[in-house]
């Protein structure tokens, strides 16, 4: 394939896959936001400011839960410390032509997803272009937030008269989340990944669901760092 | 609007910022692989997206194990449409059909 710089229009047009991904998700977000009990207007707010798909249903269960606001911050902000890779990851992969002057702005649209299709570009072939990361970012980012909006102004009871519809919907997270860890599995990451799940089980079972998740996250990050660090030294005396 | 919840939003909004465009604003050369904070950082994001699936999915399970046929169909299904163009779009939209079709054929009473 020749190398071609993409335009912010390309960016737009590479972002439909994803618009079409996110829309019914962000939808399913409006929906269980006024089911929790929050207002219309701040379900919208959430996708604005936070805009984390996964930390955003989190946050949820947790001002559903009472968590205090500190904790819950700091839950959702934990969640998302993996997204500190994927900017270095794609201006390795872009190389001379990563330009960053505006990546103060279009760096709020790197979601996974966002990340994904931009990575994927460049492997195919493309020139790392800011108009492009700015049209897929923002393409991706009017979608949430539409999605959210449509979804809240329906309201809670929007699908009471759907269940199968509502079931699949209620299903999305767990195929978003199950779809994300397919896209990184890896056998460097497996360590991590077997951990992070005996430890979930293991704490939601024993404990609750938020110890669960907790455990699972930092057991399977230590985990990770653990067997990177054997692997370094076995590698290092072979 | 609650401000408790403005408060959350806002921090959680402004970390998710820094992690996304400050590791690009304050890139020095190459990052060096290896160390013991590449390490932790790097099996942050599969710990994590691990544990959230198991959290999301382990309610269906688990103290009673409810709808387990759409959910072992949910989750065949995300699998088998991401393996062909590993999008993960497709795959998620892909067994959310196949989790609320197997779920109207369990429950045709509430599907009519």
């Not at chain 2, 909004?13 to 465009?21: D, H």
Request: glycine share 14%; with cysteine; net charge positive.
């Amino acid at each position: 394939m020749s190398e071609k710089t993409a335009s912010f229009r390309g960016g737009l047009l590479a972002a439909l896959p994803i618009v079409m991904g996110y829309f019914p998700i962000a939808f399913s977000f409006g929906v269980a936001a006024t089911r929790a009990g929050l207002g219309q207007a701040e379900a919208v707010m959430l996708s604005l400011v936070i805009y984390a798909g996964a930390s955003q249903f989190l946050a949820l269960s947790l001002v559903a839960g009472g968590a205090p606001v500190l904790v819950a911050a700091f839950t959702l902000i934990a969640m998302n410390v993996r997204h500190v890779l994927y900017g270095p990851a794609l201006m390795k992969e872009a190389g001379q032509d990563g330009s960053r002057r505006y990546a103060w702005a279009w760096a709020w649209g790197l979601t996974d997803e966002v990340f994904g299709q931009a990575l994927g570009a460049l492997a195919r072939g493309q020139r790392f272009s800011e108009g492009y990361m700015f049209g897929l970012g923002l393409a991706a980012y009017i979608s949430w937030v539409a999605g959210t909006a449509v979804g809240a102004f329906a309201g809670g009871g929007a699908l009471d008269g759907w269940p199968a519809v509502s079931a699949g919907l209620d299903f999305m997270l767990s195929a978003l989340f199950l779809a994300l860890l397919l896209s990184i599995l890896s056998r460097a990451a497996l360590p991590a990944i077997v951990i992070a799940v005996v430890a979930t089980v293991l704490g939601t079972v024993f404990w609750s669901g938020t110890v669960g998740i907790l455990a699972g996250m930092i057991c399977g990050a230590l985990a990770g760092m653990a067997g990177g660090l054997l692997g370094g030294l076995f590698r290092g005396r072979g | 609007m609650n401000p408790d919840l403005i408060l959350m939003a806002v921090l959680a909004g402004l970390a998710n910022w820094g992690f996304r465009a400050l590791p690009i604003l304050l890139m020095r050369g190459e990052a060096r692989p290896g160390g013991l904070m590449a390490g932790f950082l790097a099996s942050t994001g599969p710990a994590a997206i691990a544990t959230l699936f198991v959290a999301s999915a382990l309610p269906r399970l688990w103290p009673e194990q409810t709808d387990l046929v759409p959910l072992a169909m949910g989750v065949l299904i995300t699998v088998l449409a991401f393996l062909p163009r590993r999008s993960v779009v497709v795959a998620t939209l892909a067994g959310s059909l196949a989790y609320g079709i197997a779920f109207a054929l369990m429950h045709p009473a509430l599907a009519t």
